[in-house]
């Protein structure tokens, strides 16, 4: 599914992020930045080890040796990937909704956003970000996820967001956010 807004387009695939050539691929990291499971592994594995040995200097010279805080992102190359880059976020862990989840989900995909445009990229693809070991509900996380994409773009001129949902149940979940909240434009 493909939508346009304004001279964006914002599209839902399913996919594996690995493979995407967008300019930026999104990594649903933890704050240590070091790897884990799930997509963050994935990404390591196909980008080489230079990727985490990037991740340790960003921790030791930006971050002070500490986390990378939820909600926050930065940017590291790509290695072995298609794509240029990989701008690292941490989502939130599922909580029932009792520590500003939300809210700190939003900022995962505007903070990505914002960073993708400040280096003058033109294209970027999202995992769902905390749907998976941090246990978001998808049907919310799609939602905050898609709301904040669109507000994203008609307020900049941007180029292509891609929404890369790896299995079909977690595609039908984001078209059907994506169709409810076109409908209440
Ligand atoms: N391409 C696209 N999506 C994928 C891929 C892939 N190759 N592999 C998994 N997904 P998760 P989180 C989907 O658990 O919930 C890590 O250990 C997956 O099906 O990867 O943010 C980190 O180090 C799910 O829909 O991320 C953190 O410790 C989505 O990606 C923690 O997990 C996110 O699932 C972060 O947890």
New binding site residues.
Partial sequence: MEVRMNSNALKLIT?????QTTEAIV????G?L??????????HR?AGKELVAECKKIREEVLGGDDLPTGEAVITNGYNLPAKYVIHT??P?WHGNTQNEEALLANCYKHSLQLAQEKGMTSISF??????????P?DLAARTALKTIIHFLQHHSFGQVVM????PE?YRVYESALQQLLEKQ
Avoid: C, E, W
């Fill in positions: 996919g594996d992020i690995t493979k990594n649903a990291a933890n240590t070091l790897g884990g499971g799930g997509v963050d592994g994935a990404i196909a941490v989502g862990i995992p769902s970000i905390s749907t998976g070991v941090y246990r978001f998808i890369t949902l790896f299995s977690d």
